[in-house]
């Protein structure tokens, strides 16, 4: 049994789906981080980072894990599924999940940030995470144009990019021209895991919608909250 920390966020998304995909059976522990309950002291025991996702594996002695491409790795490495064994094979995973890990995370979450929650709108910041988004985007489609998945067969790699690249519309950034993102969007959406993982712990259709409507924009004020901290 494996505890899941997490909140309705690309990166507790990844840890989510990678459970249902596994067939792991897990408890969920929603984390509020508008109430900031990521920094309580017990909760930094788990995850000094005070951030979700965190697992925690009560199969092994209750061993806790936070960063969300480690927990896909601890995972994948526990059960032995959605990542190769042999060095090549589990290598082109690995660097297709850092790219998500060191490039398409941090360069979206910078796009929402001054896209949607800074008070001031400072369009040269905007301009620039969205195009250095575009451009990684650019970079997996360029993959997927003759790939299937992103490194080999279906892998931990197309989880982790996965759980941000669907929520583009809220980045600000568009995907239209990118015919081998789209189709691998559509293929990732269909599978029942990933449904079912995005729904954990509560669904927020807003986050891939992009819209205006008053939950995106509730959305938008506790991300600003917690910015402000
Ligand atoms: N590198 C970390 C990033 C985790 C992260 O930024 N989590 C966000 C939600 S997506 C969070 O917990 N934010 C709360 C805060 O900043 O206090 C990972 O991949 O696990």
Redo the contacts with the bound molecule.
Sequence with gaps: MIDLYT?P????WKASIALEELGLPYTVHPIN?MAGE??QPEYLKLNP?????TIVDRDADDFAV????AILIYLAEKTGRLMPGDPKGRSLVIQWLMFQ?AGI?PMMGQANVFYRYFPEKIQPAIDRYQNECRRLFTVLDGRLADHQWLAGDYSIADIANWSWVRTHKWSGVSVDGLDHLQRWLGEMAARPACERGVGVPVRLPDLTEGGDTEAAKAFAKGAQT?LQ?
């Design positions: 909140a966020t690309p990166n507790g981080l990521q920094k980072n005070g951030r979700i996702p936070f960063e969300s491409g890990m995370g917690i901290r």
